[in-house]
């Protein structure tokens, strides 16, 4: 399988601590399968897909109001089988099927033609692959979590039609490109040397573009700035929070595709730069707001495992704390100050929190990278051209988003209708698309 597995040692983040860490590991005959890999990467993508169930939908559950509970969790619920369905029918050949197009994969991989129980996939050293099967598994996971992050920025008051439909076209257009143009050999992004070890383009500067796209055509929810809207469940946020955290180790550690070291720098990493992100989203609430709450740290949490995803396999552990805190406080000074300077409604700010905190982390990336600073990079990494790409591989992910969001929101709106009815949303999206309610008194 030709994709960006096959070239990865080329990655200028596989560099010191890396290769140390590979010269360790016992020489393997040409396509040798370790258990201990395998086994390592099935339970990373089942640590995904538990950051998106039940740990995203209880996060985004507990933001919302009450009556938009059910709504939520449903619409988590359905996108990620729906997402699933697609990938392995024909995602995952957009996405890593062959193609030498620099934009898309090709028909190669369509309904996992030529996969087997037998086939398999190259990983960052040499000689070393996994069962295809756990590969196309693990990418269908970050497939499916992406386009359920966006819908945080307009929950509360879109159609369940709507937003499936508008999922199904945006991950056709608009994700599937983008992670082979970041991931794959032939993609345009990856053939720019960009780094991105996690998905901090493809993952999460793409679904905050998406979401802030969303909030501005969609509109303010009803009341916006006059009617409390506060999280009805802080309890059930932090426990959606925390599940993201633990989820979180299979998405960095697992983007390694190995149990060896390099894995280990990326557990780490997502460690400290959530704690220092945590540190630092409540030291300055406490300056500025004179207490640090619970909903601060929770998005310190999440702001702080975003900025470390595109940098976790390529930055030192002191750097990652650097950089989470760095993220914290950007994503804080734009959920604080911008949105409500512009007064744009991103309900549970997707893009103050993944959209930014994915551009300061994909950015940051290239500097602390740097040996000087902690990083893996070789000695000859240069800050200042690394840097440069990382920006220009931000600007093509916000391009290629940007304008293909406008026009699958403007078609859908056209032909279902985004807005849920006035009647509708002041009901709550619970009752009024589901019949069910989550709560009974």
Not at 124 to 139: C, K, L, S, W
Not at 157 to 166: D, E, L, Q, T
Not at 381 to 405: F, R
Request: hydrophobic share 55%.
């Amino acid at each position: 399988m030709k994709n960006l597995m096959s070239i990865t040692p080329k990655l200028a983040g596989l560099s010191a601590l890396t290769a140390f860490s590979l010269a360790a590991w016992p020489a393997f005959a040409a396509d040798t399968m370790d258990k201990g890999d395998t086994g390592f990467m099935m339970l990373s993508t089942i640590l995904v897909l538990f950051m998106i169930l039940p740990g995203l939908a209880l996060f985004y559950g507990g933001l919302v109001r009450s009556k938009n509970m059910l709504s939520v969790l449903m619409q988590t619920t359905m996108i990620t089988a729906i997402v699933i369905i697609i990938w392995v029918t024909y995602g995952y050949s957009f996405a890593f099927g062959g193609s030498e197009s620099p934009y898309w994969g090709g028909f190669g991989k369509l309904f996992l033609k030529g996969v087997t129980a037998d086939s398999t996939a190259a990983t960052f050293t040499d000689g070393v692959v996994i069962p295809e099967y756990v590969f196309i598994a693990f990418q269908m996971t970050f497939a499916a979590i992406t386009p359920a992050l966006i819908i945080g920025a307009f929950a509360e008051r879109v159609k369940f039609s709507a937003i499936m439909a508008f999922v199904i076209l945006w991950v056709t257009f608009v994700y599937f490109p983008i992670a082979h143009m970041v991931w794959d050999a032939n993609g345009l992004i990856f053939k720019m040397g960009a780094l991105d070890f996690a998905g901090g383009t493809v993952v999460h500067i793409n679904a905050g573009i998406a979401a802030l796209i969303g909030s501005i055509m969609i509109g303010k929810r009803i009341g916006f700035g006059r009617d409390m809207m506060a999280p009805h469940s802080m309890t059930l946020t932090l426990v959606g929070a925390a599940m993201l955290w633990v989820g979180w180790f299979g998405f960095n550690a697992g983007s390694n595709l190995e149990a060896n070291g390099a894995a280990t720098l990326a557990m780490i990493n997502t460690f400290t730069a959530t704690a220092g992100a945590i540190i630092a989203w409540s030291l300055i609430e406490s300056v500025l707001r004179g207490q640090a709450s619970m909903l601060g740290a929770a998005s310190g949490m999440i702001a702080g495992l975003v900025a470390i995803t595109p940098a976790a396999g390529s930055v030192g552990p002191m750097g990652a704390i650097l950089l989470g805190a760095l993220g914290s406080a950007g994503c804080y000074f734009f959920v604080s100050l911008v949105k409500n300077k512009f007064g744009y409604d991103d309900s549970l700010d997707v893009f103050g929190i993944h959209g930014i905190g994915g551009i300061i982390g994909a950015v940051g990336t290239g500097i602390f990278t740097s040996p000087l600073l902690g990083g893996t990079g070789g000695a000859d990494y240069s800050i200042a051209g690394q840097t440069t790409t990382q920006i220009m591989a931000v600007l093509i992910t916000i391009a290629w988003c940007g304008i293909g969001s406008v026009i699958l929101f403007k078609l859908v709106d056209v032909i279902f209708g985004l807005r849920a009815s006035e009647q509708d949303e002041r009901q709550g999206l619970d009752l009024s698309s589901h019949g069910e309610a989550a709560y009974h008194s």
